[in-house]
């Protein structure tokens, strides 16, 4: 019998009257009769409740070192089988909160009242197969002078919580065709407190059941498919376990909008002085880019002339102005490069022998702020052509750069406008968030990333490296000793090719398009004619791997006419010639772990780099070892390490390799690219020396294909 007031509630009584009782003071109480099956304390599974032990770092552990997180605990628990009760705070108020062991592992907490109640005295008991919780539910009164506790005896049945998390829906927007189906991801997390196996998804009233073994706390993505319409349509998305009713259906619930490419055009003419033009606004009213060609004709049918335009983003409108003689009867007609099923708004027609709009005595000049806010939208220059003022714009996280024609020149007062023009607006990011990054095509930013492949027998550089729609990029090619430049491509992310600009000198440049670009440059072999070193006969097997490292600046030699080539090679030498193949990357940071690698090697560079780029972890926690001599096996491991540890396939050939070395799989993917062909039919001596003609070769047939 306890001796503290209320010390426990709802203990099982000793005697088989299938009573309930709680005792007070001494006092016994009987709180239920004619209790059906057995009152028992439960226990954590495989464990005994001399086992189970409060953690004051927010979790729950036992003898056996078993930790599951609870988050906000207090003295105050209960055990049944395969769950553990007790009172959470969150700093504002407490709860009822649950974890659930469920096939091998703890859930995370589920919360198990929608309201603060802070129970005291907790105990728990299970009773014809279900958890009932019992407590003094406490409830202060504060006033100015005192604090006082209420008290109320709560006694509930604690029922299964079904809860499911909608937490996001993606799908390929620029893999959309009309009318053919488009796969929608659905990401769903099981918040509640038992493994659910059935779920309902509910598209735009539409109900579809997903069979799934869904824990507590775990993810999956259910994929759906919705039929691709005209135009941006919102499709709204709610899950729920089959049967049941959600504990927080505010999360249950997201939409995505979907659709595709669908092009519209508005007429108007314009008049400024004794010239005459058709301004056409194009719009894209899908969700995918769209390219096209506007086409112009009088009212006679004829044909007058065609513009196009590309790339065209979802939301965005492009004015193109058309030349007149006079102002009649116009249509202009737009012909989609994509599937555009409503045609109907491709078209406009305007018939007007005066000008739609005032007489104007300048040209009109829009302004496009590429993401941010302009402080004026467009302005109307003097009869000179000049602006007398330039806006400004704002952009969160970058500094405003100016306005740009899309020749990549700055705009000021002095600049002389022959036409209605649109400029552009440049940014410099200034840090904070930028929605993931700089090559966001949606969210409010036109930063488009440029990427460049992986070239052999040259070097590209672009400059810069992320831009806005109308910037100016450049290209510099550069060439190895022994290679020329054979072809030079930029294409947009839908594969279009981009016009380049010779501008000499191995500088190329292309004016930037609204959408990601990539870069790929190809170069050719020229002539293989080494007479550097007296050490490298033509005839050795090592000869086109020495001229090739020699040419790529891998490697100058032991001196000025030798290479050494069966000399041994180092460490720290082995892992400079990677890093010199990869192009002496600069490391991404400069936390040095090796006492054995200082500042000024000229391997240190080349080490920090190979310890990112996981090629190799020392020779300890606090070692390199540069200078130790560089086996067969471990260089073949270095190479394998540097191309990603792909995947191998077939067989080892060799019969002292065994598989379970740590160069195992490094030697058979050698072996499969032809990287190495052994030192005989059988065997590869891993734990011979690697002398330096033999690395140069591994990684001159790795490089090269050769």
Known sequence: EPPDYIKRLAVPHLTLTKNLYCWTNGNESLLSQGVQGKITYGTLPGQTKSDFMWNSENSIQTAGGISVEAG???????????????????????????????????SPPVTMTDGDRYLENLSVVQWNGNDYVLGMDTLPTITTSDVKDAKNLVWSQVMPVSNLRLDGIDYDAEGVVAGEPVPVTLSVTNTGDHTITSIDVNQNGQVSTK?????????????????????????????????????????????VGIGYADLSVELVDQRIGTQCSLLAYVSNQGVTPASGTLNFSDESGAKLGAQRFENL?????????????????????????EDDLYTYNNLATINNGEPSSEEQSGYTITFD????TPSTTSLITGADG??????TATRTNYNFDGWYTLDGTRVTTDTVFESNSTVYAHWTYSGGSSGGGSSTTSGGSSDY?????????GKIQVRPTSADKGSKVTITVTPNSGYELDTLTVKDSRG?????????????SFIMPASRVTVDATFKHIAMNNTHFTDVPSSAYYYDAVTWALEQGITAGTSATTFSPNSSCTRAQTVTFLWRAAGSPAPQGSANPFTDVQPGAYYYDAVLWAVEQSITAGTSATTFSPDTTVTRGQTVTFLYRAAGSPAIGGNNPFGDVTSNAYYANAVQWAANKGVTAGTSATTFSPDSNCTRAQIVTFLYRDRTGQ
């Open 211 to 255: 069979t799934c073994t869904l824990r507590p706390g775990e993810s999956t993505e259910f994929v759906m498919s919705v039929d691709c319409p005209a135009t941006l349509t919102e499709y709204v998305f709610s899950v729920c376990e089959t049967g049941t009713t959600d504990f927080s259906p505010q999360d249950n619930t997201n939409s």
């Open 386 to 391: 000049k602006l007398s003022s330039i806006p």
């Open 313 to 337: 983003e979802p939301g965005s409108v492009v004015v193109i102005t058309y030349p007149v003689q006079s102002l009649r009867e116009y249509t202009a007609t737009i012909q989609c490069d």
């Open 72 to 106: 906000g605990i207090t003295s105050e628990y209960a055990v049944t089988d395969g769950r553990i009760y007790y009172s959470a705070s969150d700093g504002n108020g407490a709860h009822l909160t649950t974890v659930i062991y469920d096939n091998g592992t703890w």
């Open 369 to 372: 702020s590429a993401g941010g």
């Open 449 to 457: 990333s440029i990427s460049t492949s992986n070239t052999i027998g």
């Open 496 to 508: 279009n090719s981009i016009n380049l600009t010779d501008e000499g000198s191995g500088k190329y």
